[in-house]
């Protein structure tokens, strides 16, 4: 009887932990990734409107670095890294800025 009640209480638990509210933020939806991806063009465009070797666009970089940031603080390091990787490619595909941020 004892074991039972054992084994009963960590099935429960298993299932409480996989069937609750967990936290979602590393498993992102088609539209958060999409949204993300979106984010990074724009941010690379206002790099792109910005003259080189400016300090306009080194605010610009800096810029796409504190967001990734934020994004990992909040607790989205996918997001995060999805975001900085699709920055980090588009700037050395159309700017020419081979350096990873």
Do not use: H, W
């Amino acid at each position: 009887m004892k074991f039972s009640a054992i084994i009963l209480a960590a099935a429960i638990a298993i299932a409480l932990t996989a069937c609750g509210d967990g936290d979602n933020r590393n498993r992102p939806s088609k539209s958060d990734i999409n949204r993300t991806i979106e984010q990074a063009r724009k941010d690379v465009a206002a790099v792109a409107r910005t003259g080189e070797g400016s300090t306009d666009r080194q605010r610009a970089l800096i810029d796409i670095r504190v967001r990734e940031n934020r994004l990992r603080k909040a607790g989205y390091e996918t997001l995060a890294g999805i975001y900085i990787s699709e920055a980090e490619d588009l700037l050395a595909d159309s700017l020419e800025i081979v350096t990873r941020l």
